[in-house]
């Protein structure tokens, strides 16, 4: 984990916010390489969810919506995490991850340097003296925001972005041709006063999701098929990318951890280094939001009104994006290779004159280079030796990379070499986009 988090930031994935000023905790940017495969997860979330698809449409809802949705949809009164503070130095922790933290820290030894610092904070106040933990007090995690300049109202950043697509729910029925069964999906913020963000980008206080929220009709036979259906879709959906399955595995929830809106949520966990962890649910909301908001459906064809069920997949970007990272960060003979899919990877391809010091290597190169970066992202290095540049392309991920040499002045042919294997195929230049394109299917 620890290598990872100092690749990021060495190489522009993602940087602590505000760092000039002593950062800010639960909060990230993300650098030049980050936004990159930020933005090809979310591409290929919308492409398999929305663009693939006949019965789901995209909607980008807003951020800040009227107060009334959060005590409608039981946010105001259910959003709650359980906190629990020392006595003596005030250190907070959420009660869950205070347990979970003690059943994990004995086990995994005091060996890392994580685990030293976790048991020293689970036991003792700065000052040295044991904490002695207060009752358990239940937090709203609804960040407030106050709009307005003179007569000043609050409002509520939202804290997931399910409620956009809910209160949407007549609008989309209205101004398109959707009939249930059918999904409205949305990527976008959310807001959360987490009590304890940690663990890098996994728990942040800002984030952003990946949802999808289907309608169903309003019975059990129903409900199981698409609970199952879309557990499935996405479990698939991440192993396409590359994901390595035994990594991955559906943790159903507690009875007593379910959210206040679910029949039945299972979640998508990863094994990450800090533990198996959560980083997209599946719920069956049933028809708890649409009947709060007091919505119906009437069934063009046979005139029947009902309360729509949903099945919602609820997904992280900051979440699949550090599991992306991790479960493809590899080292061989002392060099790091981050083995992303073509799909994700921020540059598809890096481009290199042979030497930095022939006007004509030079020149052939950036030629290739400029007539690529229409169609596909490219990095340009003439820096060092080759070896250094493959070494450099490697671990930021960038799959394949072009090598201009003398007999490209020739036989206008390339050398690209492959990643994951190191193997180089001469190709023609004028089927390197092909080749690419192939590799990106
Ligand atoms: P947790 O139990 O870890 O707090 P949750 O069950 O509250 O998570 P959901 O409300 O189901 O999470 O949110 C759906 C998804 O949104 C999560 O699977 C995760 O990917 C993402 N998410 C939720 N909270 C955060 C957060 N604080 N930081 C980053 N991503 C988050």
Do not use: Y
């Given at each position: 984990m620890d290598k990872v988090v100092a690749l990021c930031k060495r190489r522009g994935f993602i940087y602590p916010s505000s760092e000039i000023y002593g950062g800010i905790s639960g909060f990230w940017d993300y650098g030049p390489l980050g936004v990159e495969l930020k933005k090809n997860i979310k591409n290929e979330w919308w492409k398999s969810m929305v663009q693939l698809r006949d019965d789901v449409v995209g909607i980008d809802a807003s951020i800040i919506m009227n107060p009334e949705v959060w005590k409608?949809?039981?946010?105001?009164?259910?959003?709650?995490d359980p906190l629990v503070e020392c006595k003596h130095c005030h250190k907070r922790f959420r009660e869950d991850h205070l347990r979970d933290l003690r059943a994990r820290v004995p086990s995994t030894g005091v060996g890392s340097v994580q685990s030293k610092k976790e048991f020293t904070d689970l036991v003792y106040c700065k000052d040295g003296r044991k904490h002695e933990w207060m009752k358990p007090r239940n937090f709203n995690l609804l960040m407030e925001v106050m709009l307005g300049t003179v007569d000043k109202n609050m409002a509520y950043l939202r804290g997931e972005i399910t409620q956009g697509a809910f209160v949407n729910f007549q609008n989309v029925v209205d101004s398109t041709r959707v009939k249930i069964p059918f999904g409205i999906a949305q990527i976008g913020k959310a807001f959360r006063n987490e009590i304890t963000p940690g663990n890098f980008t996994y728990r942040s206080r800002e984030f952003e999701q990946m949802e999808l929220e289907y309608f169903i009709q309003p019975n059990d036979k129903e409900g199981q098929k698409w609970f199952e259906y879309w557990k499935k879709q996405r479990m698939d959906w991440y192993v396409s990318l590359g994901m390595n399955k035994q990594k991955l595995r559906f943790r159903p929830h507690e009875q007593n951890e379910k959210a206040h809106y679910a029949k039945k949520a299972e979640d998508i966990e990863y094994q990450a280094p800090f533990g198996w962890a959560e980083f997209e649910g599946i719920h069956h909301r049933g028809d708890w939001d649409l009947s709060r908001h007091k919505l119906t459906y009437k069934d063009p064809?046979?005139?029947e009104e009902y309360?729509?069920?949903?099945?919602?997949t609820s997904g992280g970007v900051d979440r699949s994006s550090l599991f992306f990272l991790l479960d493809s960060y590899s080292e061989q003979n002392g060099r790091t290779i981050l083995r992303l899919h073509p799909k994700l990877a921020p540059y598809k391809v890096g481009v290199f004159p042979l030497v930095s010091n022939k006007a004509v290597l030079v020149d052939k190169a950036k030629k290739i280079y400029n007539d690529?970066?229409?169609?596909?992202?490219a990095a340009w290095d003439d820096r060092g030796n080759i070896g250094k540049r493959y070494a450099s392309q490697d671990e930021i991920g960038t799959p394949f990379c072009i090598t201009v040499d003398y007999e490209t002045l020739e036989k206008d042919s390339v050398t690209i070499r492959e990643r994951d294997s190191a193997k180089q195929e001469r190709i023609p230049i004028e089927k390197i986009p092909q080749y690419l394109q192939k590799k990106l299917l």
């Open positions: 409608v949809s039981g946010h105001i009164e259910a959003f709650t064809d046979s005139g309360t729509p069920w949903v099945i919602e690529l970066r229409g169609s596909f992202t």
